[in-house]
């Protein structure tokens, strides 16, 4: 079994900043993709980023040059550094991580965590 865990949302200003992690544990022989969805109330669920084993990363065209995802793969963790926020990244954010635990490959989620941008 593998397990990811989130932390790091919270309420916060527009224009102010917030770091979310996931950090996976159990049978994990390797991380693959790892990434970030979000879904806000009454919208469609949303990918946002994604990153590769090999640190190639990819951005939903509305966080381009404010969202940094990254990756610590000797923790098995991943971060979202999120900069001048907006009330639409208002969401619950999740992350998933492709996990291979030596004989299967699997998507791995979090349970989810609020983030909340008041204007």
């Known amino acids: 079994q593998v397990q990811l865990v989130e932390s790091g949302g919270g309420l916060v200003q527009a224009g102010g900043s917030l770091r979310l992690s996931c950090a996976a544990s159990?049978?994990?022989?390797?991380?693959?993709?790892m990434g970030w969805y979000r879904q806000a109330p009454g919208k469609q669920r949303e990918l946002v980023a994604t990153?590769?084993?090999?640190?190639?990363?990819n951005y939903v065209d509305s966080v381009k040059g404010r969202f940094t995802i990254s990756r610590d793969n000797a923790k098995n963790t991943m971060y979202l550094q999120m900069n001048s926020l907006k009330p639409e990244d208002t969401a619950v954010y999740s992350c998933?991580?492709?996990?291979?635990?030596?004989?299967?490959?699997?998507?791995?989620w979090g349970q989810g965590t609020q983030v909340t941008v008041s204007s």
């Open positions: 159990g049978s994990i022989f390797i991380i693959n993709a």
């Open positions: 990153i590769t084993r090999g640190d190639s990363t």
């Open positions: 998933y991580a492709d996990v291979h635990d030596g004989r299967y490959l699997g998507r791995y």
